[in-house]
């Protein structure tokens, strides 16, 4: 089994990686193969809508997302978290979703390159209620799902976070990325 993190902080070490890294210890320990790809690293430019890829099914930008096009067919589970910014996710996960735009048809078919792939997904945010950005899930849902074939199982919520004092593996939601982590087989 083949997992895939994705960190969409610009920030790498804070409240998003402690989630995507609990839930790809938890699935080490049972002997997953995972990696993680940290946006806030990576330089990743905005599609520039060329539509090479919808003939080739690769996109022919060469930066960071080369690292996850080189990973995806291999994936069985993607984690995909990002910090909420101004009520909606990141603008490195913006991106990132929007450089999968290579995995559909002309006509907008699923291209994937792995049928079958799974989604965990996960956000992080300073509002204090826990349903408080529960839309953003819906959307990012509903982007993998319908445009890439992408099925969720399971969702995540860290609130009430704060960026200076990031949350550690005591957080019962930290706790349990990793404990679902450890079902990942």
């Given at each position: ?41 990576m ?5 520039n ?22 990973a ?9 978290a ?5 009520d ?6 913006m991106t ?18 792995h ?14 209620w ?10 990012m ?29 005591e ?5 349990r990325?990793?404990e ?6």
């Amino acid at each position: 089994m083949n997992i895939l993190g994705i960190n969409g902080s610009g920030r790498v070490g804070g409240n998003t990686a402690m989630l995507v890294e609990a839930i790809l210890k938890g699935a080490a320990e049972t002997g997953c193969e995972t990696n993680l790809l940290e946006l806030g690293r990576m330089i990743i430019r905005p599609c520039n809508a060329c539509k090479v890829c919808k003939d080739t099914h690769q996109c022919v930008i060469d930066d960071g997302m080369s690292e996850f096009y080189r990973a995806a067919p291999d994936t069985d589970v993607l984690v995909l978290a990002s910090p909420i910014y101004l009520d909606h996710i990141s603008a490195q996960t913006m991106t990132f979703i929007q450089r999968m735009y290579c995995y559909l048809g002309p006509g907008l078919e699923i291209c994937y390159p792995h049928p079958g792939t799974r989604a965990v997904l996960g956000i992080t945010y300073g509002a204090q209620w826990r349903k408080a950005y529960d839309y953003v899930l819906d959307w990012m849902r509903a982007r993998l799902e319908e445009y890439f074939g992408i099925r969720t199982i399971e969702y995540f919520r860290v609130h009430s976070t704060k960026h200076d004092n990031p949350v550690g593996p005591e957080h019962p939601e930290i706790q349990r990325a990793y404990e679902f982590g450890k079902t990942l087989k």
